[in-house]
Structures are given as C-alpha cells and as structure tokens.
C-alpha cells in the first residue's frame, strides 16, 4: 500500500492562483520529497524537506512537513500554465522511497 | 552531466514473452532506482542497486529482475509477461545516500498484448 496519500486527487485553478496540494503519510520518514511530472513522462525533482524542517521555499514552491501530524503541503504560488501536471509526494524512510497517488493539478488561461 | 537515460522509450510485446529494459544513471551516481507506475498502483518501487548489489526490494513476484553492471548501468527483466505488467518503468539514479533527491529517467512504456 501506499505510504503517502494526497489531497485532493484532482485540482483546477486558474492562472496567476495559489495552489495547495497535502499529503499525509502513516510511518516515520527522513525526508519527505516532492516531484512533478508531466504527460506520463519522468518524475522531476522539486523539493526534500528533511523531517527536522519545517518549511521549506525554492522559488515559487513552498513545503511545510508537520511530523506530529504526519503530513505536508505543497504551495505553489502564482500559477502558470506550464504548471498542469501531476504532483507526487514521497516519504524516504529507512530504505526506499514511498510515492502517494499523486495531485492533478491543471491551470486555466 | 547527461540524465538518466533509458532504453528503449517504448516497446510492444505478447503475453508469455520476456523483456529487459536498461538504465544509464547519470555519470558519478552509484544506485540506480527501478519503478513501476500504473494507472491503477501508481508508483510502486521495485527494487534498487547500489554497487552492483541489490540493497532494497519491492513486492513484486519474482518474474521481475534486475542487475547492475561496473559502470552502474542497470537493466531490469521481467519474464513471462502479463497483460497487467503494461506500464511506465522508471529507473532514477541517486549520487550517493538514500537520503537524497533521486534524479528519474524518462521511462520506457511497456505494452503488454
């Protein structure tokens, strides 16, 4: 089974607007990652927030890891068009890496 | 430095065959990373190489193997092929600590008929 359950499963924003995106695991982690990926292509790295980080920003993205409550959300402020994609969180515990059921995420013009 | 590479992109194969799909992780990274992603599982990690070694495995039945080379290149196998095994094959490659980003590949698509 899944480690990493995301929230919602779908989204629809239109551009220039916040999108949230959660994902809450069950187990602890080291780290928890998020990755992107595009029209069934390969998963792209966006960001590793290590479990004793709070918060983390690179560029428009912004991830907070709360581990008393076992989860994380992903924001990525002012979206553009070439953000529709699916987005994908996943726990490193002590051996491998564990992905949730993804976010699609599509931008409006 | 080159990404990951993998070969082939897509391939069509018969239930019963057997398949191997290769991965070159990027020059310098060690482990090599091999997933499954369906529309039903999603991504499902099948096992990883670390040095010619495998260090961690999925659940997956036994049909389903892999192999590093010296080079770090990595192929996987998957005999006796099901309708079910249709799927996008990740490999990512990863520099030195489990505890890092994983760079991926751009997968092969395996179509099962």
């Known amino acids: 089974s899944q480690q990493g359950e995301e929230d919602p499963q779908a989204l629809s924003i239109q551009e220039g607007e916040n999108a949230t995106m959660n994902c809450s695991y069950k187990?602890?982690?080291?780290?928890l990652q998020w990755y992107r990926q595009n029209s069934g292509r390969g998963l792209v790295h966006l960001i590793l927030?290590?479990?004793?980080?709070r918060e983390k920003h690179s560029g428009r993205l912004r991830v907070t890891l709360d581990t008393s409550k076992k989860s994380s959300s992903l924001l990525i402020t002012a979206s553009r068009a070439a953000d529709t994609a699916s987005y994908f969180c996943?726990?490193?515990?002590?051996?491998?890496?564990?992905f949730g059921q993804g976010t699609r995420l599509t931008i409006n013009p | 430095k080159a990404g990951v590479t993998q070969t082939p992109r897509y391939l069509i194969k018969t239930r019963g065959q057997q398949v191997t799909l290769s991965c070159s992780p990027i020059?310098?990274?060690?482990?090599v990373s091999w997933y499954q992603q369906t529309p039903g599982q999603g991504l499902q990690f099948l096992f990883e190489y670390f040095s010619e070694t495998q260090r961690n495995k999925g659940n997956f039945p036994g049909r389903f193997s892999g192999r590093q080379f010296s080079n770090s290149r990595s192929e996987m196998n998957v005999s006796t092929l099901e309708l079910g095994d249709s799927a996008l094959y990740l490999c990512?490659?990863?520099?030195?600590?489990?505890?890092?980003?994983?760079?991926f590949g751009p997968g092969t698509r395996l179509t099962v008929l």
């Open positions: 187990t602890s982690i080291n780290n």
């Open positions: 927030i290590r479990s004793n980080e």
């Open positions: 996943a726990t490193q515990g002590a051996q491998k890496l564990v």
């Open positions: 020059s310098g990274h060690r482990s």
């Open positions: 990512a490659s990863l520099e030195g600590p489990l505890n890092n980003e994983q760079f």
